[in-house]
């Protein structure tokens, strides 16, 4: 079993930045796609970012391409986000999840993942 925990949101003016970290615990974060989803109030959740198990392969939304970057530390556990550029649109709880390998094209699924942070809060001012 896999648990993940967010931090680094906060509230931030707009054109500012943020990095986002996600904790992961259990000795199998290194073979998983971890991902990036944000959901505003009375949205769905949708995704942000995805990086593969060697770091190497990453995928984008379009509303993030460009601004956002996301990495991790496989010795560390922990995966990034780095928001630069943030929008009001930007605003929204950040989740970091977790799930077995999987293709470009499924990591951007909310379904495929197996485990899910508690989410960190984002907020853009204008």
């Known amino acids: 079993q896999v648990q993940l925990v967010e931090s680094g949101g906060g509230l931030v003016q707009a054109g500012g930045s943020l990095r986002l970290s996600c904790v992961a615990s259990?000795?199998?974060?290194?073979?998983?796609?971890m991902g990036w989803f944000r959901q505003a109030p009375g949205k769905e959740r949708k995704f942000v970012a995805a990086?593969?198990?060697?770091?190497?392969?990453?995928g984008y939304a379009d509303s993030a391409k460009g601004r956002f970057t996301i990495s991790r530390d496989n010795a560390k556990n922990t995966v990034y986000l780095q928001m630069n550029s943030l929008s009001p649109e930007d605003t929204a709880v950040y989740y970091c999840?977790?799930?077995?390998?999987?293709?470009?094209?499924?990591?951007?699924?909310?379904?495929?993942?197996?485990?899910w942070g508690q989410g960190t809060q984002v907020t853009v001012s204008s």
């Open positions: 999840a977790s799930g077995r390998p999987m293709t470009p094209a499924q990591a951007m699924g909310v379904m495929k993942y197996d485990y």
């Open positions: 259990g000795r199998t974060f290194s073979m998983y796609t």
């Open positions: 990086i593969n198990w060697d770091g190497r392969g990453t």
